[in-house]
């Protein structure tokens, strides 16, 4: 019985949420993007033997970019080192209105963006909700798209933007389970994993809202409880791949977590914990 982390990086760019922006400006800067992810690329290869999901951003505002040449390149790469490509749907006006809750709108966002990359070669298998957004609704259009495992809960998580409910995963399980039809914060039988990120003592394994010590304490935490195979998720942003000290803090960590667990890719991940 071990611990288990995936690696997991959202796609996202900073000024997509940047409501003083122009909306030309609030789209992706394809060569920008594109360098960035060649960084998670690199870290990856250098550090977790090729390992971790690079979370596909498609949104209202950028739909279309992610299936132009110069991407399709770098999904493949990341493919081929041994990671994973998944759906990342921001289905939403950040801050102002959230669709997550539309069932006809979600199937049509999951499918677009899942099926744009198989039609180009590319296996997604995993999802993760714009603002770790997520619906019992999405459940069955997962299942449709051949999508086993979803990356949205943040165990514990309750965000309101003003009086808009946006992410509700309170007491749902802080290691993986399979998802309830009526209630995504309930195991159930559906044929939806979930893994949620990893957390102890109300601190998440995400680099934008913990420190590095904050990272070592729920890595040995977490490590005491592996009398059981736990897996859970690692999360940072595109955009923290800008900046070199939040790089560096990323790299840190991922060595601090390395010592306590193995990263696993999605493949490997289904053999820990089953079908
Ligand atoms: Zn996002």
């Not at 789209?27 to 960084?39: F, Q, S």
């Not at 298998?125 to 495992?149: A, H, Q, V, W």
Request: net charge positive; hydrophobic share 35%; proline share 4%.
């Amino acid at each position: 019985m071990s611990l288990h982390f995936i690696f997991t990086v959202d796609g996202d760019w900073k000024a997509y949420f940047n409501r003083n922006l122009s909306e030309e400006k609030r789209k992706p800067n394809e060569n920008t993007l594109a360098n960035l992810i060649e960084r998670e690329i690199h870290l990856a290869k250098s550090l977790l033997n090729g390992r971790f999901i690079h979370f596909v951003h498609a949104s209202p505002r950028a739909k279309e970019y992610f299936s132009k040449p110069q991407f399709i390149t770098l999904w493949k790469q990341i493919e081929q080192n041994g990671g994973n490509i998944g759906v990342h749907c921001h289905e939403e006006d950040p801050y102002l209105k959230y669709y997550y809750n539309q069932a006809d709108r979600m199937r049509k966002a999951i499918t677009d963006l899942a099926q744009g990359l198989k039609s180009n070669g590319l296996s997604p298998k995993s999802y993760r909700g714009g603002f770790m957004t997520f619906s019992p609704k999405l459940i069955p259009i997962l299942e449709e798209n051949e999508i086993f495992i979803d990356f949205s809960c943040e165990p514990g998580r309750y965000l309101m933007h003003g009086d808009k409910l946006v992410s509700d995963w309170r007491n749902a399980p802080t290691n993986y389970y399979r998802l309830n039809y009526k209630d995504h914060r309930r195991s159930g039988d559906s044929k939806v994993f979930e893994i949620p990120v990893g957390s102890a003592n109300g601190n998440f394994l995400n680099f934008e809202k913990s420190s590095l010590w904050k990272i070592w304490q729920i890595a040995r935490n977490l490590k005491k409880q592996a009398t059981e195979n736990i897996v859970v998720s690692v999360l940072a942003h595109t955009y923290e791949f800008s900046q070199p000290l939040k790089l560096l803090k990323i790299k840190l960590g991922l060595l601090i977590l390395r010592i306590y667990g193995k990263f696993i890719n999605v493949a490997e991940a289904r053999e820990v914990i089953g079908n």
